[in-house]
């Protein structure tokens, strides 16, 4: 029986959990346990939390998928086996997929506080993932950039969405009142801390693909409540605020590259 070494076993782990993580998301949507996908359950059970953005925001989970297996396929190359970047990686990015799987199950079972739980697992394999790629920070190849950092970062953007949403969900399950504040001002509350994250990885980090994916949710939060202005004003704004710090950090960019 062949043996295979540290890299290889690693390669195809990896690759393994990211594909099964893909399968599992399919199934969940074409044969949900209890009935109900996870957004219909959004769009019921939650219906209330306005922070949810409009349906067709989850979408984005093509691209992210897309650049899933893309990252699957290239890391699990043979020539790849001892590539750096690729052996930084560990096995953060199947901690997450295995984590994703899991909470599926329990969001679609509705055992919701369990899921946050798996939320915040997912959430914290990535963003060791990032820190530990330094990703848009330390100089790599365009294939890496493309195919490691830009998929890595979408992946952590959402998910910081989605476990915003997560806890707001859980909360609004077990009928918390909030310390009195009422609903839209939490939300706007909500909607300022992720923007504020969002800007910090932008101006220190100038990764566009993490700020893009803050100002795609915020757009869809606001067509979502097109009915409630205040909600409509404030994620309009914050995306504006994001883009132009994103022109700001291309500028600057830009600058640096023609000095040096």
Do not use: C
């Amino acid at each position: 029986m062949m043996k295979l070494d540290r890299d290889t076993l690693r390669q195809w782990i990896n690759f393994i959990a990211i594909f099964s993580a893909f399968g599992m998301n399919i199934y969940s949507n074409l044969a949900p346990p209890e009935g109900l996908t996870v957004g219909e359950l959004a769009n019921t059970v939650f219906r209330n939390v306005l922070i949810i953005p409009a349906n067709y925001a989850f979408a984005i989970w093509g691209v992210i998928y897309l650049g899933l297996i893309s990252l699957a396929i290239y890391q699990v190359l043979p020539r790849n086996k001892t590539e750096p970047h690729l052996q930084q990686m560990g096995y953060f990015i199947t901690i997450s997929s295995l984590a994703q799987i899991i909470w599926v199950f329990l969001f679609q079972y509705q055992f919701f506080a369990l899921s946050g739980l798996f939320m915040l697992i997912i959430l914290l394999s990535l963003i060791a993932l990032y820190l530990r790629l330094d990703i848009a920070k330390k100089p790599v190849s365009k294939k890496n950039k493309w195919l490691v950092n830009i998929p890595i970062s979408i992946y952590l953007a959402w998910i910081s969405i989605a476990t915003i949403v997560n806890m707001a969900s859980i909360l609004d399950y077990f009928n918390w009142d909030g310390w009195g504040i009422n609903g839209v001002a939490w939300t706007v509350i909500m909607l300022t801390i992720g923007t504020i994250i969002a800007l910090i990885v932008t101006l220190e980090r100038k990764d566009v693909a993490f700020a893009g994916v803050f100002i795609w949710a915020l757009i869809a939060i606001a067509i979502r409540h097109l009915d409630q202005m205040i909600l409509v004003g404030t994620a309009g704004g914050l995306g504006i605020l994001l883009i132009l710090s994103i022109i700001s950090s291309l500028k600057k960019s830009k600058h640096s590259t023609v000095n040096n």
